[in-house]
């Protein structure tokens, strides 16, 4: 039972870890959405769209494979973490000399601020890089406060400088440069990261290179991933209007809420994952582990579909709270990511990143295709349906391909079952039928028992060990 102690050690850990930074965020959107116009919001939506793509090309990845090589190599831990640090600050360099290119007009105006989205760019970069080299490094116990701090550093600027000074986009920027160099700070120093970073050497450049082979494939895979989940943006910006993407990134925010618990999840998971790949019964833990993900994913997107009239009326301020119809094909669309995520962990664990990057390519020519063909006739749900799509089409060859290298089961009936009731919840929910709410709920009703029975033999099974051993133990 150590590998399932470890990963719940790591889920607490991030699960304080995500609270912190994320719950912030949520806190914040009332906030946003009363004090921002609708293209106002749109703008800071834009910029960080923009930062989660350039991230990845910037930095190559390496940030996560830091992560991944330090905890096989211990011993050449300082040249994993002092190689993968220059290229980082590099990457920042080259960001800076692309600024210009904010001036295009899909970019809604970003451009304006230019100097102001650069700090939110560096400053991000390098505290998630910190962060890596925590968990890197099994520095776990700094990661909640450092990200807790950070959190409240933002969110508490952001009161001040946008609720109080009115001074609204700019407001917005000078709040997240400002937490982030919270956060940098105290990972730096709490950390101790001077011991690991040094002037870089020739015999470093050999490590960066395996690194490089393991994480280069992650980086077309991170924008096919972004193209996934943030094309859409500049399509509604161009066909709908800045304001309709501030709309549409609004409503979204509600479904992010179940992407709040589901990375706290994957990167509890991913840990444990890395840390146990080389002992036996890999498989057997990707199945249970399967078995307890999904049944959390479906109830809690059924759950949440059922409470998103609510949920907006308190969240969505003045205009924004028409979106809630978006909600539930979105939340649907989150569903079947938090699926390709899961399958996504077999290709990292056995460093077969190549297929990572093959399936996600397939999924970003379609909702490219889906995006564009779907927002002239169905406008902004055109865009949601199109995200489920092409997650749909990722799932499949996923799940098919990552047999190859680790299989696990699947009880395919259940889930095939739940995944309709979902579907038909989200259908009545969106088209508003009536009795929509009463139907919603017997959806609901359908999934949470089902995953109940299927988890409960399991749940059983753990208790029942842990009441022989407390009974040995007294004995």
């Not at 494979?65 to 360099?93: H, M, P, Q, W």
């Not at 009161?159 to 709040?175: C, D, K, N, T």
């Not at 739940?418 to 709410?437: F, K, P, Q």
Request: aromatic share 16%; proline share 2%; glycine share 6%.
């Amino acid at each position: 039972m150590g590998k399932y102690k470890n990963f719940a050690i790591n889920l607490l850990v991030f699960f304080i870890t995500t609270v912190a930074t994320k719950l912030m965020s949520f806190i914040l959107i009332p906030l946003y959405t009363y004090y921002l116009a609708a293209s106002e919001y749109g703008i800071t939506d834009m910029s960080a769209t923009v930062i989660t793509l350039v991230f990845p090309i910037a930095t190559l990845s390496l940030a996560d494979g830091v992560v991944r090589f330090v905890i096989d190599d211990t011993d050449n831990e300082k040249r994993y973490i002092t190689a993968s640090f220059y290229v980082v600050l590099l990457g920042c360099v080259v960001v800076a000399l692309l600024l210009p290119l904010l001036d295009l007009s899909f970019f809604g105006g970003l451009g304006n601020y230019k100097a102001l989205f650069y700090g939110a760019f560096v400053t991000t970069v390098i505290q998630s890089y910190f962060a890596n080299v925590a968990r890197a490094l099994n520095k776990m116990k700094i990661i909640p406060w450092c990200a807790t701090m950070s959190a409240v550093s933002t969110c508490l600027s952001a009161v001040l400088l946008i609720g109080h000074y009115r001074m609204a986009v700019i407001g917005y920027f000078y709040s997240i440069i400002f937490g982030q160099i919270v956060g940098m700070l105290m990972y730096a120093f709490w950390g101790q990261y001077h011991k690991y970073i040094r002037l870089i050497s020739r015999k470093d450049f050999a490590y960066l290179k395996r690194m490089l082979a393991y994480s280069l494939p992650l980086v077309p895979d991170a924008i096919l991933w972004w193209m996934n989940t943030s094309i859409n943006r500049f399509f509604i910006t161009g066909m709908l209007g800045i304001a309709a993407s501030g709309l549409f990134a609004a409503a979204q925010k509600i479904p992010n809420i179940l992407s709040l618990f589901n990375n706290i999840f994957q990167q509890a998971w991913s840990l444990s994952a890395f840390q146990e790949f080389k002992k036996r019964d890999i498989s057997g833990f990707f199945s249970v582990m399967f078995k307890l993900y999904y049944a959390l994913v479906v109830s809690g997107s059924a759950v949440m579909i059922i409470l998103a009239p609510w949920l907006a009326s308190i969240l969505l301020q003045k205009g924004f709270y028409s979106g809630w119809i978006y909600i539930p094909i979105m939340i649907l669309a989150f569903y079947f990511n938090a699926f390709n995520i899961f399958y996504g962990s077999v290709f990292t664990t056995t460093m077969k990143t190549k297929y990572v990057m093959v399936t996600t390519f397939a999924g970003a020519v379609a909702v490219t295709l889906f995006t564009w063909l779907l927002i002239p006739v169905l406008g902004l749900l055109g865009a949601g349906i199109a995200l489920v799509l092409s997650n749909v089409i990722v799932v499949v060859m996923r799940a098919v391909v990552s047999r190859r290298f680790l299989k696990f089961s699947v009880n395919w009936l259940a889930t095939g079952a739940s995944m309709a009731l979902l579907i038909a919840e989200t259908v009545v929910m969106t088209m508003r039928v009536e009795g929509y709410m009463l139907w919603s709920g017997v959806f609901v009703g359908g999934v949470v028992i089902l995953q109940g029975l299927l988890v409960w033999p399991l749940l059983r099974k753990v208790l029942v060990r842990r009441f022989h051993r407390e009974r040995m133990s007294r004995a």
